[in-house]
């Protein structure tokens, strides 16, 4: 299980209270289809994939974008106990998704990328560790109920 | 997996860009690299891991400079890089996994100093030129 100390929790919810959820969002999930390119596999009715500009552009990828990254927001509220936090959606992504829990850490990778893309300086190594404990926190709690 | 035309023309023009700060952001990749993921220290017992250490610093701009000698021969990495891939078989042996995450912190790094360059396609340029490098450093493990 992921323990947080007191600094951990606090340069998280500092950050992620400055963040714009639905642009951040729209920016990783479009980030990670263009970077990663197969995990356009999950979006086959999201429309035109066809380049960085229209994936970045497309609605779908912003909308799916803000859904994911809010319930992110989720974990910063419940960082002690993301397991139970993300239980159901643990089981959708595996019984109805049918997503590899690798997509995870590639999600929760691009995520980092993208904060410190947006928030520079701040986003710094500390930062940046609290929050490497967090993505890898929640794609161990979305796979935790995997069978 | 080889690189387009295009996404070599992005790493080179950011390469120019990324020379000028090379030393920096190599101890600034490091420090990344040994918070976030502290098991990586293990390849370094025999270092001063402190922020400011010089060890830090000296180790981080060797990183950097071969990742431009990537950049600066990206026609053909796999020469330009030959004996460093050997060094890393033969005589430092660093897991396979620690290359993506080193990576991920030159990666974080950039992104952090350069806003207006590390566009999307950028992103994926400079994603997959380091896994190239990657490769090229542990095709002789075995």
Not at chain 1, 3 to 24: G, I, P, Q, R, Y
Not at chain 2, 19 to 45: M, N, V, W
Not at chain 2, 112 to 141: C, G, I, M, N, Q
Request: proline share 3%; with cysteine.
């Amino acid at each position: 299980m992921v323990h947080f100390t007191a600094e951990e929790k606090a340069a998280v919810t500092s950050l992620w209270s400055k963040m714009n959820v639905e642009e951040t969002g729209g920016e990783a999930l479009g980030r990670l289809l263009v970077v990663y390119p197969w995990t356009q596999r999950f979006f086959d009715s999201f429309g035109n994939l066809s380049s960085p500009s229209a994936i970045l552009g497309n609605p779908k990828v912003k909308a799916h974008g803000k859904k994911v990254l809010t319930s992110f927001g989720d974990a910063i509220k419940n960082m002690d106990n993301l397991k139970t936090t993300f239980a159901k959606l643990s089981e959708l992504h595996c019984d109805k998704l049918h997503v590899d829990p690798e997509n995870f850490k590639l999600l929760g990778n691009v995520l980092v990328c993208v904060l410190a893309h947006h928030f520079g300086k701040e986003f710094t190594p500390q930062v940046q560790a609290a929050y490497q404990k967090v993505v890898a926190g929640v794609a161990n709690a979305l796979a935790h109920k995997y069978h | 997996m080889s690189l387009t035309k295009t996404e070599r023309t992005l790493i080179v023009s950011m390469w120019a860009k990324i020379s000028t700060q090379a030393d920096t952001i190599g101890t600034e990749t490091l420090e990344r690299l040994f918070l976030s993921y502290p098991q990586t220290k293990t390849y370094f017992p025999h270092f001063d891991l402190h922020p400011g250490s010089a060890q830090l610093h000296a180790h981080g701009s060797k990183v950097v400079a071969a990742v431009g000698d990537a950049a600066k021969n990206i026609d053909n990495i796999g020469a330009a890089l030959s004996k460093l891939s050997e060094l890393h078989a033969y005589v430092l042996r660093v897991d396979p996994v620690n290359f993506k995450l080193l990576s991920h912190c030159l990666l974080v790094t950039l992104a952090a100093r350069f806003p207006a360059d590390f566009t999307a396609e950028a992103h994926a340029a400079w994603d997959k030129f380091l896994s190239v490098v990657s490769s090229v450093l542990t095709e002789k493990y075995r």
